[in-house]
């Protein structure tokens, strides 16, 4: 059985259903389980349980500070390992990201995945196109970013990540002992702003700071968001590679149009 954590989460609930949808037997984990789902708590080692499952898809639980996302990560590897799962498939960060805010508890976690005797594979996802649509600003006339008039981001669309995993759990031997880099096609604010048919301001990366920090979000979220536009601004994440298309046997989803729909999805009312 395979079995995918975070399974009430965007990218989680997607790689299960993809599962399901080429038939493999496959279960998801939440601390929150329903539909069958497995209780899975990683603050909770001692209930971790993964009998019966031989295939374990670790969505990364990054939704906190690195030492916690770490410790999670750790706790359900030693799981994995204690009760004989045969392989272990990772959703990581592209390997264009090391500088990024949030990197360190990817690549902790890459030691760890390599480390605890278990066959794996590392699938190094990329940014979503969902997120880079997500973060434009509307304002005006047209919609602002710190992403810079020129800067581009290899964006993937959160699906194709999804179905990657499934095609990955679905036959890990294949796969076994492979770090992928899955990433898209680059795309810029300007190119979604184009599309949309309003214009694109750039803003600077310290007046960005200052929206944010204005904005209730939690203390580490801050630095993850300035450093990904500083690095879609200064060239460091539109670097393309055939991983994905090679894994999905087909061309990947156009990010532009994702990134569009989802800016488009929080646009003003006489923008719509």
Known sequence: MILVTGANGN???????????RGAIATGGSRTPGDGKRLLDFDE???????????????????????QVIRRHAAVLDAAARDGVRHVVYTSLT?????LGFALAHRATERLVRGRGVPWTILRNGLYAELFGGLLM????GVESAFGDSGALAAVARA???EAAAVVAADPARHSGRTYDL???????????????????????????????ATPLL?????????IAASVRHGFLDGTSPDLADILGRPVRDPLAVAVATASATAPQAFR
């Open 183 to 213: 990433v898209g096609t680059p795309i810029t604010a300007a190119g979604v702003a184009g599309r949309l048919g309003v214009p694109h301001r750039t803003i600077g990366l310290g007046e960005y700071r200052r929206r944010l920090h």
């Open 45 to 67: 080692p001692s209930g971790i349980d993964l009998t019966g499952v031989s295939t374990l898809v670790l969505i990364s639980a990054g939704y906190a500070e690195d030492d």
């Open 160 to 162: 194709d990540l999804a």
């Open 95 to 99: 390997g264009a990201g090391d500088h």
């Open 138 to 141: 509307w304002a005006g006339s």
């Open 219 to 227: 203390p580490f979220q801050p630095p993850m968001l300035v450093s």
């Open 11 to 21: 990218l989680g609930s997607a790689t299960l259903a993809a599962l399901r949808a």
